[in-house]
């Protein structure tokens, strides 16, 4: 079993930048395809961002594209999501999650494992 934890959410001002970061338990994160999606009030819970086992592969929604940077550090059990130039919409309660096999990522049921989330708040 993989446990994800999320943290680096908070407050930011549009325009400004965000660091999130996802640290994950056990000794084969390098195994996973990571993604990140998020989920404002109201609303489904978006694909994001998603990143290959070895970092070689990334995979952005359109409204992000150009914004956002998804990495990861295996060495660190680590993946982040860098957010820049970020605006109002990008608010909401932000997840990762692992899969165990590259497929379906831009979809919540490509996804094996989930974290609990971090708050993102984009102040207008």
């Known amino acids: 079993q993989v446990q994800l934890v999320e943290s680096g959410g908070g407050l930011v001002q549009a325009g400004g930048s965000l660091r999130l970061s996802c640290a994950a338990s056990g000794r084969t994160f390098s195994a996973y395809a990571m993604g990140w999606f998020r989920q404002a009030p109201g609303k489904e819970r978006e694909f994001v961002a998603a990143i290959s086992r070895s970092g070689g592969n990334t995979y952005y929604a359109d409204s992000v594209k150009a914004r956002f940077t998804i990495s990861r550090d295996n060495a660190k059990n680590t993946v982040y999501l860098q957010m820049n130039s970020l605006k109002p919409d990008d608010t909401a309660v932000y997840y990762c999650?692992?899969?165990?096999?590259?497929?379906?990522?831009?979809?919540?049921?490509?996804?094996?494992?989930w974290g609990q989330g971090t708050q993102v708040t984009v102040s207008s």
């Open positions: 999650a692992a899969a165990r096999s590259w497929g379906r990522v831009t979809h919540m049921d490509g996804y094996d494992y």
